[in-house]
């Protein structure tokens, strides 16, 4: 078993920056093969991807965020980060850490409230 544990989120005007944390702990093997994500899921709406990082290495974004986030890990301290700037009202939204581990088990932290004001 794996937990996440999400921090960072708040509210912030639009063009403001945040910084999502997130910490894994539990029955933790090589995490730096795990592959490491951020969702998001507004209201009325599925969960989307936003950024993640394979086990493989590289850096995926969804188009929404391209230039704006930041998806990075500290793998020496099983913990993953989303640097987000230029933050829009769009933005807004509960923002899941997650990670795949080398089982291909899919485990999801609590979640984080993101709110940008316009």
């Known amino acids: 078993q794996v937990y996440l544990v999400e921090s960072g989120g708040g509210l912030v005007q639009s063009g403001g920056s945040l910084r999502l944390s997130c910490v894994a702990s539990?029955?933790?093997?090589?995490?730096?093969?795990?592959?490491v994500d951020w969702y998001r899921q507004a209201p009325g709406k599925q969960r989307e991807l936003v950024a993640n990082?394979?086990?493989?290495?590289?850096?995926n974004y969804a188009d929404s965020v391209k230039g704006r986030f930041t998806i990075s890990r500290d793998n020496a301290k099983n913990m993953v980060y989303l640097q987000m700037n230029s933050l829009k009202p769009e933005d807004t939204a509960v923002y899941y850490c997650?990670?795949?581990?080398?089982?291909?088990?899919?485990?999801w932290g609590q979640g984080t409230q993101v709110t940008v004001s316009s």
């Open positions: 990082i394979p086990g493989g290495g590289g850096t």
């Open positions: 539990g029955s933790i093997q090589r995490f730096s093969f795990y592959t």
């Open positions: 997650g990670v795949i581990d080398n089982y291909g088990t899919r485990y």
